[in-house]
Every structure is written in structure tokens, then in C-alpha cells.
């Protein structure tokens, strides 16, 4: 397993990259949720199928990736829409576009009667979607072998998320599931895309 500074320099070195130009395409960093989800990937097995959103270096590196691989499909322009499917690891550039594909391939998972589970996660505005909702609806009611994991950095894109809804609370925040974790995190070291000096548009 990874460590904290190990995930933190990895983060690091893309953001160089990216701002000395060597990267022509959207990335979108992590920083602040390293020891949250190092504990979360010591439940995750090597058959386990894990699903991301446009930000999921930290999952393709915990989930077993080698640095260097990760590190070319992202400098190939790949960031948003990494997929590895020999470490059953995929992520979507589209708002909680991965949500769905990961409920089908849990009940696929559950008509085959393995032993794999998907871990499936989400940012705070993508489990506010209708079809989050929907997704975890089907999932309970048919004892499905996936867990939702919200990532809360308190923003979609550049707003924020409780104010867009009204609200002080999202609606996961305070409710116990077992089919859903829920975890806030400050991840404002970077921008929403990019390093933090090279602007792209």
C-alpha cells in the first residue's frame, strides 16, 4: 500500500507537468483525502472492480497501477478518463457517468455468485444526480455487492454545492448505510483543473 507522501509527490509531479506544458489535455488533482482513502483501499481486493469519477489518480494508484503506467496514460491526455482494465479500475469524465456502469457490473457480479465487490465513487454533486439515487435504490433493495463512496470537497466544478441546493447538509451527509460512505475533505491545494499556474482552455 502506498503512503500519503508517496500519493502527495505523485500529485505533485503531474502538477509540474502539466504546468511546464507536457500534458495537452484537463487534469484534475487530489490533495487532502490520502489518509481517508488509503483506509478505505485496505478493504479493497485484487478481484474488486473499482469506478471513478474525472479525478482518480489516487484510485488507479491504490488499486494496484504502476506509477509510471499511470503517469504516460495521463501525459497521453488520458486524466479524465482513465481505464485499466487488467486492474479493474475505470473512471468517466461525465458527471456521475460511472454510476451506472458500476451498479450493472455489481449485478453482474452477483449472477456470476463471485466473491468481487465494486466500490463506486462519487463527488458530492454527482450523489446529489437523480440517478445516484435510483442506483442506490436498486442496489439495496437488491442486496447488490457495491458500496458508494462520496468524496465531499464541497464543490461542483467551482460552486458550491450547498449553496447551488439551499441547503446546509447534502443528503447523505448524516445518514448511516452500509452500502454508502460518505467523507468531506478540504482538497484546495489545486484548482478544480490543472496545477495551479498554467491556465488551459
Known sequence: MLTAEELIEFEDDIAKCFNDGEIKAPVHLYNGNEEELIKIFKDVKEEDWVFCTWRSHYQC??????????????????????????????????????????????????????RAKVWCFVGDMGSEHGQFFEAAKYAKYNNLPI???????????????????????????????????????????????????????
Not at 93 to 99: E, H, L, R, S
Open 61 to 114: 494508484l491504490l488499486k494496484g497501477v504502476p506509477k509510471e503506467e499511470l503517469k504516460q496514460a495521463i501525459l497521453a491526455g488520458r486524466s479524465i478518463g482513465l481505464c485499466f482494465p487488467e486492474y479493474n479500475v475505470y473512471s468517466s469524465g461525465i458527471v456521475a457517468g460511472a454510476i451506472p456502469i458500476a451498479l450493472g457490473a455489481a449485478l453482474a457480479l452477483k449472477r456470476r455468485n463471485t
Open 147 to 201: 458500496r458508494f463512496i462520496i468524496e465531499d470537497n464541497g464543490l461542483s466544478v467551482c460552486t458550491d454545492t450547498r449553496k447551488t441546493w439551499g441547503t446546509t447538509a447534502l443528503t447523505f451527509e448524516n445518514i448511516e448505510d452500509s452500502m454508502i460512505y460518505y467523507y468531506k475533505y478540504d482538497g484546495t491545494k489545486w484548482p478544480h483543473a490543472g496545477g495551479g499556474t498554467r491556465v488551459q482552455f
